[in-house]
């Protein structure tokens, strides 16, 4: 069998398992971001741990189960040896079977080492990243052609859906890479599938997956559950998903982001969510709901009134700060010197700021309103 060494030296000498970045010995433990785990790991691996922790340090064997990434193969066994450094009470436990997923490296006198799953002092079932027993479901199964991020995500996404393990944050944090960047099939799937789910915690990272790709139907839950979400345990998470990354600048979107923004029955946080993604988006059809903003008595809510109309006249795409280069209808020298997103600047000269854009919608809603 090939020894794996997972063994921290601390004299003189260095941390023996692979690691992206210093550990900070002592310090706070801090999950490991997928791109320095696939960058530092030539193996990931699904494998179960037998053998037991003893005074804090584990001997045992790593049986490889499934090779998602590199060169072994199922039943390979790899003699395992770890010790934490003695600055709590050592544990003992027996490992009884544990699964999970390793990432793994050779170096070159052909030693593997573990590429901790969590950098810093901590336990040795912090290392990897805990996996169910039992069979996978055929859902959480990846197909042919599926990458390696794709394959990591369902191993993570079947754990976290059966809540396994419980309190694991890092669990989630690695699933929060793909929030956003939903373009694999799986991840969409997976993530519509928890939004459906009956369990709380696993809803809510459903919800916000899908709020993050700009998805209109959990846009509509969140309209029409917002009362029942926001006093769940995720409902701040949520709103903060629909405030900073909720860019779907389609009609059917603006429709809901618009009553949501503007309407005096909404939750404080989810106003105010709402007002930040249609400032973002600020499409011709966001323009009736953000002019509506400038009479809110929150001086937030008129400062995205304001940025939101100076962004669409003067032709600032999506994401950017700066104007389109070309020419634009509706910018002028004017527009371009009304134009702030800060509530203090605002607050400091409302009637420059505000009148402003409040005279700008007059003088030329009746154009915008009209189809194009």
């Keep these: 069998m090939s020894k794996i060494k997972a ?3 601390w004299s003189v000498g260095t941390v023996v398992f692979a690691s992206a970045s210093p550990v900070c010995f002592g310090g706070p433990a801090s999950p490991s971001t997928l791109d320095s785990l696939l960058t530092d790991a030539s193996e990931v691996v699904v494998a179960t741990v037998e053998g037991s922790i003893v005074n804090g340090t584990a001997v045992g064997n790593l049986v490889v189960e499934r090779v998602l990434r590199g060169e072994l193969r199922p039943g390979s066994a790899l003699q395992l040896t770890w010790t934490r450094r ?4 050592p544990m003992s436990r027996p490992l009884h079977k544990d699964r999970g997923l390793f ?23 912090m290392l990897y990243f ?11 199964r990846a197909g042919p052609g599926a990458t390696i991020e794709e394959k990591i995500f369902l191993e993570l996404a079947w754990a976290a859906s059966v809540g396994w393990p419980p309190d694991r944050g890092a669990v989630y944090d690695l699933l929060g890479v793909f929030r956003g960047h939903l373009n694999s099939s799986a991840a969409r799937r997976t993530f519509a599938r928890f939004a459906q789910s009956n369990v709380e915690s696993i809803q809510a ?10 998805d209109v139907g959990a846009l509509e ?6 009362d029942k979400l926001m006093a769940s345990s995720f409902g701040r998470a ?15 979107a603006v429709r809901i982001l618009g ?15 709402a007002a930040t993604a249609l400032a973002r988006v600020h499409t011709r059809e966001s323009l009736p709901y953000l002019a509506g903003l400038l009479g809110s008595p929150d001086l937030v809510l008129r400062t995205l009134g304001v940025g939101g109309m100076a962004m669409f006249a003067n032709n600032v795409p999506i994401n950017s700060h700066h104007p389109a280069p070309g020419d634009w209808p509706y910018r002028t020298e004017e527009t371009i010197a009304h134009s702030t997103m800060d509530p203090n600047t605002i607050g400091r000269n409302e009637s420059y700021y505000v009148g402003f854009w409040k005279n700008w919608w007059f003088q030329n809603k009746e154009t915008l309103i009209t189809p194009p």
């Design 7 to 9: 063994v921290l030296q």
């Design 86 to 89: 003695p600055t709590v009470q």
């Design 103 to 125: 990432f793994l490296r050779k170096d070159t006198r052909g030693y593997w080492s573990i590429v901790p799953a969590t950098n810093g002092n901590v336990e040795f079932d």
């Design 130 to 140: 805990f996996l169910p027993s039992g069979p996978k479901p055929e859902e959480y």
């Design 205 to 214: 990272l459903g919800l916000r997956a899908l709020i993050a790709e700009g």
């Design 221 to 226: 839950r969140v309209a029409s559950e917002q």
């Design 238 to 252: 949520i709103a903060q998903d629909l405030r900073f990354y909720f860019r779907n600048a389609e009609p059917a």
């Design 259 to 273: 009553p949501l923004a503007t309407s005096e029955n909404i939750r404080g946080e989810v106003r105010i969510a």
